[in-house]
T-cell receptor, first 116, second 110 residues
Framework: SAVISQKPSRDICQRGTSLTIQCQVD?????MFWYRQQPGQSLTLIATANQGSEATYESGFVIDKFPISRPNLTFSTLTVSNMSPEDSSIYLC?????????????FGAGTRLSVL | EDQVTQSPEALRLQEGESSSLNCSYT??????LFWYRQDPGKGPEFLFTLYSAGEEKEKERLKATLTKKESFLHITAPKPEDSATYLCAVQAPGTYKYIFGTGTRLKVLA
């Protein structure tokens, strides 16, 4: 597996502001994914972060609200823009591929976001 | 529409009381099924992957099995440290994306 670091681990933000979450992996990976986990709920895929091109978003998620960057094979960021209390969630990144099985995703510890 | 359903939502067991968690799926051709464990405040931890009906995987007190419609996670003689949320995810053909189930919250009492 890989060592996946997410920053920040938690944050409390004001409505209308934006937060950028970082995901750093200790080895090159093929795929990086971003998920949202609302309180007491399971994981919902936001988008697949593609290296060198625009992310692929799932239904219900748009680039203006959740811009994603992936400048190289070990790093990605997710920005939560113009936040509202409904954006309070855990945001998780996962990775697969590289030296690992492409089918198995490994997760970071998550970023716990509270929006006031 | 591809869907994953887990049952029960929550389960309380006495230490040593074996049981099974269920993951039912409807997907147009299964690429793979994955079991994860999630502790409070942490990301999901990979446990098993199953690719074809009849396949079984074991790790300590856990055993995962797969049929054409569902998977079971059997827990034998559980201990309090097995308390966690267990998540099931499926992968459809032609994609590496996961669809997660709602999870089963397991509590093992000493």
């Amino acid at each position: 597996s890989a060592v996946i670091s997410q920053k920040p681990s938690r944050d409390i933000c004001q409505r209308g502001t934006s937060l950028t979450i970082q995901c750093q992996v200790d080895s090159q990976v093929t795929m990086m994914f971003w998920y949202r986990q609302q309180p007491g709920q399971s994981l919902t895929l936001i988008a697949t972060a593609n290296q060198g091109s625009e992310a692929t978003y799932e239904s219900g998620f748009v680039i203006d609200k959740f811009p994603i960057s992936r400048p190289n094979l070990t790093f990605s960021t997710l920005t939560v823009s113009n936040m509202s209390p409904e954006d309070s969630s855990i945001y998780l990144c996962s990775v697969s591929g590289g030296q690992m099985d492409k089918n198995i995703q490994y997760f970071g510890a998550g970023t716990r976001l509270s929006v006031l | 529409e591809d869907q994953v359903t887990q049952s029960p939502e929550a389960l309380r067991l006495q230490e040593g009381e074996s049981s099974s968690l269920n993951c039912s799926y409807t997907v147009s051709g299964l690429r793979g099924l994955f079991w994860y464990r999630q502790d409070p405040g942490k990301g999901p931890e990979f446990l098993f992957t199953l690719y074809s009906a009849g396949e079984e995987k074991e790790k300590e007190r856990l055993k995962a099995t797969l049929t054409k419609k569902e998977s079971f996670l059997h827990i034998t003689a559980p201990k309090p440290e097995d308390s966690a949320t267990y998540l099931c995810a499926v992968q459809a053909p032609g994609t590496y994306k996961y669809i997660f189930g709602t999870g089963t919250r397991l509590k093992v009492l000493a």
